[in-house]
Each structure stands twice: as structure tokens, then as C-alpha cells.
């Protein structure tokens, strides 16, 4: 079987899905004759044509504003915006817009668009490019939030994002995009909504996260197992939809959780997973939930960002920490 | 103001030396129609407002010849229109039935109400300019479709402040779609003059930036409206590309139903505009050729006053809303949460 980072199994997704469904298209800043500014359409403009594979000028509220008339004239756009920080310019056309697009319609229209924004930190970008605000598109009803983790989770889950009906914001982790590479099939298939995953088994307390944090928690994981901590770890995978019961059952399994985000601490997403727990697994809980977040202060610059995301030393003194509770 | 402001209809009904009319009599007739019902309909739903049997209203008053004559322009079977919220006899003439629309009014937001399949008409759209890109992307996909179709996409003088006009012009300008940009200026957003909206001579200068024609009409002056719309959805249907059209008019109603201009409102130029009334304007047109007299301008005027009183008839028996109804078209496939919020609520409501 084949094996493919990140950025090569989006590019397989993406090929696929434009040789399958003629009405598929691409647009967004640098998308076409550049590839993306980290090459994960390239070669498509070559395969499939410059109306096919769209660059678009610079304004990414009417990247997304058209990929919604695209999606009424009948087209299936996959929009990229080049960072998830630069979503801020379209924030209307997303929330408010797309996502409310069929609610508004009364179910006449649907706005069956993908959005693919790379973002996080640990890749020494300017201003603005590193961002973890997946959090504010769980506050827009309509859209869903899908953060994968992995080369496997990224093609089937883009796939998946692309056939939705619904609106669907793909969030990449752009420091895995060339981390390494896994077993990642030719041909369809498609990771659903709604299903995490406990990425690793253990005993003592579950690390709960999503996109890039999934493999921060497993290198803590390891060297937690160094120190007899046995952490499982609960990849959420899709915020909206969310899957209450995976996470709740990995919890109450070792009745220790630690939830650890790119995005700042305060109503982060960590916050919904930690009320959530509280609704649904307290009494299954011996140690108080923690977290473990970048800080509530702006994204530094790169060469401060080790000091504000989440380490694997915070995650692993977080871990055990809970565990001894 | 444009070098040239295309006009046709003088305010006095006379046409302009050398002009002719853009629509034969029997289409200038049933414009005047439709400028009736849209008059006499905003008149009487004003009135189901101030009873508190209808919702929050933008009338079209002193607008009409705007709204009907550029929608007259497009073909219903092919055409679409992307509407903001004050055109809504250009959305009727186009296919959405005005006792539906009445009923969302009325409170009843069902899916009985919604825009019916094969009527080519996008949601209202208050969040202004946010209609335009989409117009955009629609005109686009189905410009790659290979469709004959034209886009008719509404905007007023405030929301071209906004910046998703500048983007969607640009963006429709570069894929040359097969657009038109309709702005009617009013003279005011709210309370905002057009002065202290934009330091442009004229708004259909703007279009020059883009690489495609803009034109002002006398907004008032349907056989005007009518004709530059004309040329502007040939030009699109053509491969041409775009079109700016500013249609020069006035609201002398209110901005809606919860506001009152005589706080901010000159009443000099309010005056003006009254005295360039555009269905005015078509009455002494028609009657100094013969076409209308008294009688039949009442026997007209009784006739669209009917139909406005069964409308409205026809949307008070419209079924009203289920209390889960909001939770309805969110999704396709909703999340698991929604449906046991939904759950939750038909508990809570004890609507099952």
C-alpha cells in the first residue's frame, strides 16, 4: 500500500475527487499554478484546467461568498483560504453566511462547500498564519469543524468534506504536512463524522485532542509510558459533529482526563470538552479535568511560539500530575 | 452625477426631445401593473404592520419603476435574481409567489413558504453586500455549465460602502460572469445621506475600476431602468461580462417599518423627488397618448387593490410555524448533539 504525508494525501483526495465528479472545482489564493503555497494541489491546474482550478484574486470574503453561489449554480467548490488565521476576512461569508445558507432558504438551497485552512503553530510563520481559531466556527451553527490528525484521517475525512451536503471547514495541520508518512490507500474511501478515535490505549489517564495535538500527546504519551504513566489518547477528529460518547467512555475508563489545544486557553475548545465531561461523566471522574492550552495573549512571533504552544514537558507534568490526584 | 444620466420620460410625462420609448404600450401597461401592486401592496401592509399583523417592512415606495423595470429586463425560465431586501415585486414578477412571501411577513417562516423548486431567486439578504460574491459565484458556476443564464444582483448606495462590493465586482470583472449589478440609490442608508456614503461623483463611475461599463439611469424613469437593464443583461447573455447600473431614485417611504425620517430627512429634496413620482410619471405619459383615462386608471387601481386584499387573505390561511421548526434545514445530515437538543426541546415544550 502506498504511503503519503499530509500534504500527499490531500493532493490524492483532491486528484480523485476531480477525476469522479466533474462539477468538483478548486479555488483560493495561489492554488493553481504555484500548487498552494504548500504544494498540496499541485499538478492539478495541469490535469484538470484553469476553470477547474481556480486563481482567485486576493479577497478571501469572496472566495467564499462565491464558492456559495457556486454550490446554488450547482458546482462543488473546495475553497482554500492559504491560513485558518486569514478566515477572519471572510468570517461573514462562513458563519453567518454559508452556514446559515440552507437554514435561511428553509432547506431550498444548499451550500455544499469544503474549506481548507492549514493552520498551527510550530512552523515559524509570520503574523497571523498560525492561529488556532477552530473554536470560533463551532459558535457558527451550520458549519462542521473537522481537524484532522493524520495522512490516513486527512484524505478520508477531505473526501468526506467534499461529498457533504452541509458546509465543512478541513482545518490542516500544517506542521504534519511533511512530518512523515503513513499507509495511505489509492481509491475511495472515507473517514465518517462524528466518530473519534482513542488513537492509544492506557490505564492511568486520557489526553483528549484533535489535528496536530494528536501527535504532541503521543510523544508525550511515550514518555510518560518512560515514567509507568499509561495515557490513552482520544482523537476527537471532528469538533462539529462531536462524538459525546467515545469521549466519554475513553474517559470514565481511567476517570483522569487532560485535554490539550493549539488555540488559547480561555473558551477554547477544551472548555466544551471539559463541560461536556462535567455533564456527562462526573461521577465516573477522580481527578479534576485539566487543561493544557497555548496562552490566553496573541500568537508571539515565531521565534517565541515554543514558549506558547503546548509542549510535550506541560502535557507530560499535566498527565501526571492528574494521575496522582 | 455621470456625465450623462440617461433619461427618456421627462417628469411631466412628455418624452425627451429625440427619445423613444423602451417598452410598446401593452409592456408599459403591465409595468404600470406591477408598479401599482407594489405601491398599493406596501401602502396596506404598512397598515398590517402598525396593527401588529405583520413584520418588520422595507417598502419600495418611490422606487418602483426602479424595481419593476429592471426586472422586467430578465426571462424568469433562465434568469436569476440575487436580491437585498427592498425588491419585492422584482422577485414576485420573477416567479415567488407574493402570498408566500406575505406569510413569512406574517410570521409563518415554513418550508411552505420558502422559494419555490424552479423559481430562480436567492433569500432576501440583510446583511448587506454579503449577496453580491454569491451572486457572483452563481453567475459563474453557471456560466461553467454552459446555462444561457443571467444574474440580476441588487445592492443599494449603502452597501456599496461595504467591502464585499469591492470584492465581488473585482472577482466578477476578472471571470468576465454573466452579471448585473443593480444599485439603487436611494439617497440613504438609514439615516446616512449618499453624501457621507461616498465622495464619487456617481456610483456607476466605480465600475470603470473593474474593467466593465457602469451606467446612471433616472431611476424614476422606467422606460430609462428598463433600457439600460436591457442592454446590460444583453451584454451579459452576449459573454460580454458585467454591468454597473445605478438607478438615480428616492425612498420616500422609510427605511423600514421601525423608522422615522422627518428626524433626518430634507424636505426639499424629499419635495423634488415627489414631483418626479415614477408611476406619475407613466400615468400623464399614457394619458396625454390616449391609452388611460380616470375610469381606467380607477377600474386598475380596484383591481391590484383586490388582488393585494386576496394575497393577504390567502397568507393569513397559511399554516403557521411548529415550535421545532427552528431546528429544521439547519443540516442535511445534522450532529448527533442537535438532535437530542431537539429532543430536549419538544420535552421542555411539550411538543412532540
Known amino acids: 500500500m502506498p504511503e503519503r504525508n499530509v500534504v500527499e494525501a490531500i493532493n490524492n483526495a483532491l486528484t480523485e475527487e476531480m477525476e469522479r465528479d466533474p462539477r468538483v472545482m478548486l479555488l483560493g489564493l495561489d492554488v493553481g499554478r504555484l500548487g498552494g503555497v504548500f504544494r498540496t494541489t499541485s499538478g492539478l491546474i495541469e490535469k484538470y484546467g484553469a476553470s477547474r482550478v481556480v486563481d482567485t484574486p486576493l479577497a478571501e470574503a469572496s472566495i467564499i461568498g462565491a464558492s456559495l453561489g457556486l454550490a446554488v449554480s450547482g458546482m462543488v467548490p473546495v475553497a482554500e483560504i492559504q491560513f485558518l488565521g486569514f478566515t477572519a476576512q471572510a468570517f461573514h461569508q462562513i458563519g453567518p453566511q454559508l452556514g446559515k445558507y440552507r437554514h435561511r432558504s428553509r432547506g431550498r438551497y444548499h451550500a455544499q462547500v469544503t474549506i481548507r485552512a492549514p493552520f498551527g503553530g510550530g512552523i515559524r510563520s509570520p503574523e497571523f498564519h498560525s492561529d488556532a481559531v477552530e473554536a470560533q466556527f463551532v459558535q457558527s451553527p451550520g458549519i462542521k469543524v473537522v481537524m484532522p490528525s493524520n495522512p490516513y484521517d486527512a484524505k478520508g475525512m477531505l473526501l468526506e468534506a467534499i461529498r457533504d451536503p452541509d458546509p465543512v471547514l478541513f482545518c ?154 | 452625477m455621470a456625465e450623462t444620466r440617461l433619461m427618456t420620460l421627462q417628469p411631466d410625462g412628455k418624452l425627451l426631445k429625440g427619445a423613444r420609448p423602451s417598452m410598446d404600450e401593452e409592456f408599459l401597461l403591465d409595468a404600470l401593473r406591477w408598479m401599482l401592486l407594489s405601491r398599493l401592496y406596501d401602502e396596506k401592509v404598512i397598515g398590517l404592520q402598525r396593527q401588529g399583523r405583520f413584520g418588520v417592512y422595507s417598502p419600495g415606495l418611490g422606487q418602483e419603476a426602479s424595481i ?215 400615468v400623464r405619459y399614457l394619458r396625454s397618448l390616449g391609452l388611460l383615462d380616470e375610469q381606467r386608471e380607477d377600474n386598475l387601481r380596484a383591481e391590484v387593490s383586490a388582488e393585494v386584499d386576496r394575497v393577504i387573505e390567502a397568507a393569513a390561511a397559511e399554516p403557521g410555524v411548529r415550535p421545532d421548526g427552528m431546528f429544521d434545514n439547519v443540516y442535511e445530515r445534522p450532529p448527533a448533539r442537535v438532535l437530542k437538543q431537539r429532543e430536549q426541546f419538544r420535552g421542555s415544550n411539550g411538543n412532540a
Open chain 1, 172 to 325: 490542516e495541520p500544517d506542521r504534519l504536512y511533511r512530518l512523515y508518512r503513513m499507509e495511505v490507500p489509492d481509491g475511495d474511501y472515507t473517514v465518517p463524522f462524528g466518530k473519534a478515535v482513542v488513537a492509544r490505549e492506557g490505564k492511568d489517564v486520557t489526553l483528549v485532542a484533535w489535528s496536530a495535538a494528536v501527535e504532541l500527546c503521543q510523544r508525550a504519551a511515550a514518555k510518560l509510558a518512560e515514567e509507568d504513566v499509561e495515557a490513552s489518547i482520544v482523537d476527537l477528529r471532528t469538533l462539529v459533529p462531536l462524538d459525546v460518547e467515545t469521549l466519554v467512555n475513553a474517559v470514565a475508563a481511567t476517570g483522569r482526563c487532560v485535554i490539550v489545544h493549539e488555540a488559547p486557553l480561555s473558551a477554547g475548545f477544551g472548555a466544551e470538552v471539559a463541560a461536556t465531561l462535567a455533564e456527562e461523566a462526573f461521577y465516573d471522574l477522580d481527578a479534576p479535568i485539566a487543561r493544557v492550552a497555548s496562552w490566553d495573549i496573541p500568537f508571539p512571533p515565531a521565534s517565541m511560539e515554543h514558549w506558547y504552544l503546548p509542549s510535550v514537558d506541560r502535557v507530560v507534568e499535566a498527565a501526571k500530575r492528574t494521575a496522582a490526584a
Open chain 2, 68 to 282: 419593476v423595470g429592471s426586472s422586467m429586463a430578465l426571462d424568469p425560465e433562465r434568469d436569476w435574481i440575487v436580491p437585498q431586501y427592498r425588491e419585492l415585486m422584482a422577485i414576485v414578477r420573477h416567479g415567488y409567489p407574493l402570498e408566500k412571501i406575505t406569510a413569512t411577513y406574517m410570521g409563518k417562516t415554513t418550508e411552505a413558504t420558502r422559494i419555490p423548486e424552479g423559481v430562480n431567486v436567492l433569500p432576501t439578504q440583510v446583511a448587506l453586500a454579503a449577496q453580491l460574491p454569491q451572486a457572483v459565484g452563481l453567475a459563474w458556476g453557471l456560466k461553467l455549465q454552459g446555462k444561457d443564464a443571467v444574474v440580476m444582483a441588487y445592492i443599494g448606495d449603502g452597501g456599496s460602502s461595504e467591502g464585499d462590493f469591492h470584492e465581488a465586482l473585482n472577482l466578477a470583472g476578472v471571470q468576465k460572469v454573466p452579471i448585473v449589478f443593480f444599485m439603487q440609490n436611494n439617497q440613504w442608508a438609514i439615516s446616512t445621506p449618499r453624501s457621507l456614503q461616498s465622495a464619487t461623483p456617481s456610483f456607476s463611475l466605480r465600475a470603470a475600476g473593474y474593467g466593465f461599463p457602469g451606467v446612471e439611469v433616472d431611476g424614476n424613469d422606467i422606460f430609462a431602468v428598463y433600457q439600460a437593464a436591457v442592454e446590460a443583461v444583453r451584454r451579459a447573455r452576449a459573454g460580454d461580462g458585467p454591468t454597473l447600473i445605478e438607478s438615480v431614485t428616492y425612498r420616500m417611504g422609510f427605511h423600514n417599518t421601525t423608522d422615522n425620517p422627518s428626524r433626518y430627512e430634507d424636505k426639499e429634496q424629499r419635495a423634488d423627488f415627489e414631483r418626479r413620482d415614477p408611476i406619475d410619471r407613466v
